[in-house]
């Protein structure tokens, strides 16, 4: 895990300052400079608020879960874990490690793996709901602009397909190197963690709607960043339009292959929000709403993953 975060950090320093210099590139002139200046501080210290309670409802979906199986932790430490999740997401393909990043503090904690995996498997689906909800809004939109559909039906097929080949080369390797003594421990493993699903069906319901509810209003908190951001540029943000232009770019974020959707969301950003500001303006608002929606949060979650990788270090 730790040589996949160094090197996706690396990959996406790279693609990060390509990103950023194809921006300035294309958008910035002398008007950039004094749209920077205008900015109006209250909407800023709003986005940041909204940035505190996207970790705060991050928090809580994992906090929920994991009190459901009776593993405790102090909310300070939710905190920091949202946080490192958050890293681990931004220096991964599709997101996959906030997911390898759940589990690696969870297990600080004490857990067992099988319990920790039903959390971390709780979490996404808790996520999963979310863009559930949203997907007859995305087929809209995709039918409204077939060229896009094409696009994203690509993405999805070479997804599904590196997919399908990993299961079943994990599940040959595991046929053909596991000793019998071992395949027993495995699937007994397998057991326990199903087991550990199973209570959050039909003991743990409560717990689970409440993780739920809390990665709705977290998604809510992050298509607010944009609204917020226009209003900041003295802009009248069409609050409609800009959350429903989000949620395509979202799918789009999530499946990408880049680290956590670095030169997509960039490159994405500038289409999507175009029709919203002034182009002098459009290739700040992107690294503006890029940073604080996810990069200043993946950075803070890197300094904290790698203090936590010392503690366990010396330990």
Known sequence: MRKTFLYG?????????????????????????QSVLSLKRRYLLLSLFLLFLYHTFDNLRLFFLSRAVGLRYSLLYGYVMSFVNTFGATVTPAHIGGEAAAVYMLLRKGASLHKVMSIVTMKAVSGGVFFLLCLPLLVYYL???PAEAVRVLKVLGAVLFVSVSVYFAFDLLVRRN?????????????????????????????????????????????LLFAPVLVLSFGAEADFVKLVFDQIVLLYALFISPTPGGSGVGEIGGLAVFRGHLQPYEIGVFVILWRVISQYMSAFIGGVLFLVCLLKDLRR
């Not at 958008?27 to 950039?32: A, D, I, P, V, Y």
């Open 178 to 222: 596991l000793r019998r003594a071992d395949l027993r421990k495995f699937r007994e493993s397998l057991k326990r963690y199903v087991n550990y699903l199973r209570i959050f069906g039909y003991k743990r319901k409560g717990y689970l709607f409440l993780s739920i509810l809390s990665s709705l209003l977290l998604y809510a908190c992050f």
């Open 143 to 145: 039918h409204e602009h």
């Open 9 to 33: 950090t690396l990959i996406l320093v790279l693609v990060l300052v390509l990103s950023f210099l194809y921006i300035a590139l294309k958008t910035f002139s002398k008007e950039t400079v």
